[in-house]
């Protein structure tokens, strides 16, 4: 890599895309920034275009091309439609993929693809491609580091010692809901999925957080990572959000990465990799007194862990089916078209329906998740009609 890392964000109008932006803010003699682009963001993506001034912006939606071409700076590229944030890759030394879901998924394989490092913030398409993405990361100055908090905590407590390594100790927040009962549950509002007490993110992520499918994709994405088998990847609900995960290692000691609950260290940390940023983002104050908590998760109330575990365990394609299922359910909870407790029902109908298939291609990916999707669509139908 040059001295001056060029960065390209795909998702920069995003929760991880604006964050990323104010970390590269402060180190100007490290970072600059040659691509841009967002899905449909147009107004906001010119605006970051005119302050940053990268070579090319990019937008996935093509019809938006004409108003993004006019409001950019002069001399700015602009490219639209599908493949248009993909094809960032080339110019860029790190790709930061902050795109929502399932569809980053063409982003992560062409910067693998283009032997970029990827700094991953989109774990679906590890999670949904993983056969794929694993074969693109083989590629020559291929390198994956993840900005997914408690996957750069492992990271970082792995250092050079990761043969050592046991176990990885996934931590949860627990979400909103945390202590309640199922039953307690089923009928709560969008409003009360939104409301993280400790994380501030999208609201995909979030009404995930509230169902623990984010630690279910977490999982899949820890084994995909770091190789370990899904009896050496566990979950533990830590409510404050200060450890991020832990590592046993083959003698018994457990390192952990702490920090306050802050994206913009993991983000650093992936774009920086292996120098430190000079921001001290999260860092923590050893003045007062606290305390931190750890208990079990309550697999009974929150369904979609144990269905990710499940999921992962199937492998092939049945977690790209677990992710298109839940994308569908997110979707239509967010829509008020299903309840909360409705989304592990549509998950689990659409994986007990589906049988796992071989993935060796970007269209076998595509078509397993098309496949999915249009299952779960129906098995959304049929619950708002039983409503
Ligand atoms: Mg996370």
Excluded at 31 to 42: A, D, I, K, R, T
Excluded at 93 to 113: C, E, H, K, R
Excluded at 204 to 231: P, Q, R, W
Excluded at 258 to 275: H, K, T, W
Aim: glycine share 8%; proline share 5%; aromatic share 4%.
């Amino acid at each position: 890599m040059s001295d001056l890392r060029r960065i390209a964000i795909a998702g920069s109008t995003g929760s991880i895309g604006t964050q990323a932006l104010e970390v590269i803010a402060t180190a100007p003699q490290q970072f600059e920034v040659v691509g841009l682009g967002s899905g449909s963001s147009v107004e906001k993506l010119a605006e970051q275009a005119r302050q940053w001034r990268p070579r090319v912006v990019a937008i996935a939606d093509a019809s938006l091309a004409a108003k993004l071409e006019a409001s950019v700076p002069p001399g700015t590229e602009v490219r639209a439609g599908p493949g248009a944030l993909a094809s960032m890759a080339e110019m860029a030394d790190v790709v930061l993929n902050g795109v929502v879901g399932f569809a980053g998924l063409d982003v992560t394989v062409a910067a693998l693809m283009a032997g970029r490092r990827l700094a991953l913030a989109n774990k679906e398409s590890l999670v949904a491609g993983a056969p794929v993405v694993q074969a693109a990361r083989a590629t020559s100055g291929a390198e994956l580091i993840p900005v997914d908090s408690e996957h750069c905590a492992i990271h970082q407590c792995l250092g050079r010692s990761a043969s050592e390594s046991a176990r990885l100790i996934l931590t949860a927040s627990g979400g909103p809901f945390r202590g309640r009962r199922l039953e307690q549950l089923r009928a709560v509002t969008v409003a009360e999925a939104l409301a993280h007490p400790t994380w501030k993110m999208g609201p995909k992520i979030t009404v995930d957080s509230s169902t623990l499918m984010n630690k279910g994709l977490e999982v899949i994405e820890a084994h995909e990572l770091f190789g370990h088998s899904y009896d050496k990847i566990d979950v533990v609900v830590h409510p404050q959000s200060i450890v991020h995960s832990m590592v046993e290692f083959s003698d018994g000691a457990t390192l952990a990465q702490l920090s306050n609950p802050d994206m913009r260290l993991p983000i650093g940390y992936a774009l920086g990799y292996p120098a430190r940023m000079q921001s001290s983002y999260g860092a923590l104050g050893w003045a007062g007194s606290f305390s931190l908590d750890f208990e079990p998760p309550d697999l009974e109330t929150f369904r979609c862990l144990a269905l990710a575990y499940a999921a992962g365990r199937a492998g092939h394609s049945a977690p790209a089916c677990l992710n298109a299922a839940n994308e569908i359910a997110v979707g239509a909870f967010l829509d008020g078209r299903l309840s909360w407790g409705g989304i592990a029902d549509v998950v689990a109908d659409v994986l007990e329906h589906h049988v796992p298939t071989r993935l060796s291609s970007v269209q076998d990916v595509l078509a397993a998740d098309a496949e999915a999707r249009s299952y779960a669509r129906l098995a959304v139908d049929r619950r708002e009609r039983a409503a």
